[in-house]
């Protein structure tokens, strides 16, 4: 049975609609993302998903149970890290991670979720004195300490800089195979690809795509682009010429040529018949950052 | 540790850090209260003060100035920040309702500003300055004065979104509140419309009617209705207005 199950769920705020029937379901243990241009309705998905708002019409089930009952049972069950939540600055992170312990009927050992958050040596240091990357990896110590059975975790990374960023990616991907459901909320494609196992691209409170990370880049029939610097000038309608070529161009001394999948292979070896080597040769596959431009912006002029 | 007693264990500590807080609420009147007491001159009955003396007119001033501190400026202090931080919302995600934090809060509020005048009453008994002499009425008097500033506490609390314009409102009424109770200019040298106004205050009535206990006298009708009237529509409001998010 899914861990997640949510149906055609509509929500609108004084006469806008937000969601639009957003359907979508999620396997226990999977890493599911949920990916949206900003005010496309992600957060008040998962805020109807973790009860915190309640839906016009549609039916969520999370874990057996309706998050609009906002009951105890489904507060143990669901842990949410919200996006911009803070604690108090003189707070310390053995204090808030004590004072949380104390609301669930069995929470985790925060000390262990200290060491494979690596904060063991922040224990003691006041919320206010904590790193960007410190105090996101508390919030996500926060939504797990219940020993939840799905924790949502709501735009994590926004704001942290990339290497704290890599440093809660690294946590998350230590959380797969530990059978939590996460339900993760970016705008980060790099963030989805490297997590998730699958996502859904909403957009205008709808969803527009699900799929892998693969399957979505995959998905957009973008060209493959190879660049690179030829060991003497080559004219480029010599490459058009090439069935797997769609575009040829000069960019100072280096070339730029679109295709089909094989475009790589066929330019390669048209150029060695002429004797001309290929240098700093970089090729492009689609990635999921396409996909989501690609599905994002056809959803905006379908709406024109 | 339940997890009420986890929550106000922790709003305690958060609260001791608060230096500002302790200063003001705790230590300042006790330390006024301690002066005041170790002043014999202060117990003579004065003819300008209507003849009460000046202890026994300045004892309730201190008394309101404890709980006026922690109910009307740290508490929507507290909680707007809260607010403001996401504190509250994050509350509610867990099994623990946001409705505990307040409890805890309320609990607090009371009890330090219960402690501080139990000090501010005990410890200048000791320096020879006279008990309240109906400690019942005296003690009536003071929850009923704490649940019309406890309540105005709540109505700033919940009508103000941003933590620092709360804190400023706390500020202006604090000081209002005080000059009513009489930290000023004391009930009994005000002018008559004054005076007239301020029974119609929370803090005047509160001032009056421990100061009458303290005399060992029935507090008058009016100032008990005065403060059952603060604390029942400030409650009302506030459960009315308050917002989590």
Known sequence: MAMIDVQDVRKAYG??????????????????????????????????????????????????????????????????????????DKQTVREALELYSAFYARPRDWRELVARLDL????????????????????????????PRVAILDELTTGLDPAARREVWGLLEDLRGTGVTLLLVSHFMEEAERLCDRVAVIDAGRVVALDTPEGLAASVQTDQRMT????????????????????????????????????????????????????????????????????????????? | MSAATAMIRSEARLLARNPGVVLWAAILPVAAAVVLGALPATRNPTADLGGSSFFSVYQPVLVLFAIAILAIQALPDVLTRYREMGVLKRLRTTPASPALLLVAQLVLVLGVSVLSTVVIVVVPAFLGAPLPRSPLLFLLAYLLSAWAFLGIGMVIASLFRNAKVAAGFGTVLFFVLQFFAGLWIQRPLMPGWMRGISDWTASGAASQALADAAAGHWPRLLHIGVLLGWGVVTSLLAVRLFRWE
């Open chain 1, 15 to 88: 006469g806008r609609t937000v969601l639009d029937g957003v359907s979508f379901t999620v396997e226990p243990g999977e890493i599911f993302g949920i990916l949206g241009p900003n005010g496309a309705g992600k957060t008040t998905t998962v805020e109807c998903i973790g009860g915190l708002r309640r839906r016009d019409g549609g039916r969520i089930c999370v874990a057996g149970m309706d998050p609009a009952d906002e009951g105890t049972a489904f507060r143990e069950a669901v842990g949410i890290q919200l996006q911009e939540s803070r604690l108090p």
């Open chain 1, 120 to 147: 063991a040596g922040q224990q003691d240091a006041a919320y206010a004195t904590l790193s960007g990357g410190q105090k996101q990896r508390l919030s996500v110590a926060l939504a797990l300490i219940g020993n």
């Open chain 1, 228 to 304: 690179f610097e030829p060991s003497r000038p080559v004219d480029p309608d010599l490459l058009r010429l090439l069935p797997e070529v769609h575009t040829a161009t000069e960019q100072g001394s280096r070339l730029v040529v679109t295709g089909t999948d094989d475009v790589t292979a066929a330019v390669v070896i048209a150029l060695h018949g002429h004797g001309i080597a290929v240098h700093r040769l970089r090729v492009d596959q689609p990635r999921l950052d396409d996909a989501f431009v690609a599905l994002t912006h056809e959803d905006e002029e379908a709406h024109r």
